[in-house]
C-alpha cells in the first residue's frame, strides 16, 4: 500500500517533467497551472471528506444529547451542504 501510494504522488511530477524536456515554455507553464487547479481541488475534496463525518458525527451526537433542540440539526445539515460553496468563495479571493 505504502509502495502504491508512492508511486502516485510521483507520478504527476515524472509526467510534468517530461513535459518540461519535450515543450515549449508557454506550454509548460500552462500544463503546470492545469495540474496545480486539479490537485488543489483534489486537496479541498480530501479536507473535506475528513471534516465532513467528524462534523456530523458532533451533530447527531449533539442530537441525542439536547432533544430539545432536534430542529437545529436542519441548520447543521445546510452548513454542511455550503462548504463546498465556501471552497470555492476562498478559491475566488485567492484568484483575485
Not at 16 to 38: E, F, S, V, W
Request: net charge neutral; hydrophobic share 55%; with cysteine.
Amino acid at each position: 500500500m505504502v509502495t502504491e501510494s508512492c508511486t502516485v504522488s510521483i507520478l504527476p511530477a515524472l509526467f510534468y517533467i517530461l513535459i518540461c524536456l519535450k515543450t515549449k515554455a508557454d506550454t509548460q507553464i500552462t500544463i503546470g497551472a492545469i495540474m496545480t487547479a486539479i490537485y488543489a481541488l483534489v486537496m479541498s475534496m480530501i479536507q473535506v471528506l475528513f471534516f465532513l463525518p467528524s462534523v456530523a458525527a458532533t451533530f447527531i451526537v449533539t442530537d441525542r444529547l439536547h432533544r430539545n433542540e432536534m430542529f437545529n440539526l436542519l441548520h447543521g445539515f445546510l452548513y454542511l451542504i455550503r462548504i463546498p460553496g465556501d471552497y470555492l468563495l476562498v478559491t475566488y479571493a485567492l484568484c483575485n
